[in-house]
């Protein structure tokens, strides 16, 4: 029979010590989830599609990253820079309100063949006309369900500047709808 609690030891084991120490604090609700998971009954077809979505929630909930629409009333707001009417969401801590304007720091990511992405700013060039995107968006109106685009990227060096240019220019096009921004707002 499968022993659920020996599988962990043993996996934990096998960690380095700074690892151990984490995973054996956690070890029994760990244990406990998956208990609480054998009593709702899932089998077959259901329980791996169930533990998946009850994984990828816990995910995001020890994340911070919000699996709910945010709106007037979730979201708290903290003063964080010396001028008044600055505030970062202590809900989601991507979320800026500065005056009116609400702004989301990580609606595009920047993403390399090498799988290494980042936020920055990004160029395209679409019939001969060039670009210029950031990955943070401004004019955000609640409610609002955060996402990010991982838009595919070349980079392009001179000397000691490079640049990157957008590969992907469907998957930018769906982030700017997304978002409702057209994309003549970044001509340069």
């Known amino acids: 029979m499968y022993n659920r609690k020996k599988e962990l030891e043993e996996w934990i084991s096998g960690r380095d010590k700074l690892e151990q120490e984490t995973y054996n604090v956690l070890k029994e609700d760990i244990l406990s989830i998956c208990e609480k998971f054998d009593d709702t009954g899932q089998s077959g077809f259901s329980a791996p599609l ?41 809900t989601l801590s991507s979320l800026f309100k500065d005056g009116d304007n609400i702004s989301y720091n990580y609606g595009f990511s920047w993403c390399l063949n ?21 990955s943070g968006i401004d004019g955000i109106k609640l409610p609002f369900m955060p996402k990010t685009f991982h838009i595919s990227v ?15 220019i469907d998957e930018l096009k769906k982030g700017l709808e997304y978002y409702n921004r057209n994309i003549e707002d970044f001509r340069i």
Do not use: H
Request: proline content about 0%; charged content about 30%.
């Open 154 to 168: 070349d980079e392009e060096v001179n000397g000691d500047l490079c640049k990157f240019w957008v590969k992907d």
């Open 50 to 90: 169930m533990a998946g979505i009850v994984a990828d929630v816990t995910r995001k909930l020890m994340l911070g990253i919000m699996i709910n629409l945010v709106t007037d009333e979730n979201v708290n707001w903290s003063e964080f820079r010396q001028e008044k009417g600055s505030y970062q969401s202590k």
């Open 114 to 134: 090498n799988d290494s992405c980042w936020n920055g700013t990004a160029y395209a060039k679409i019939e001969g006309i060039i670009y210029k995107f950031k």
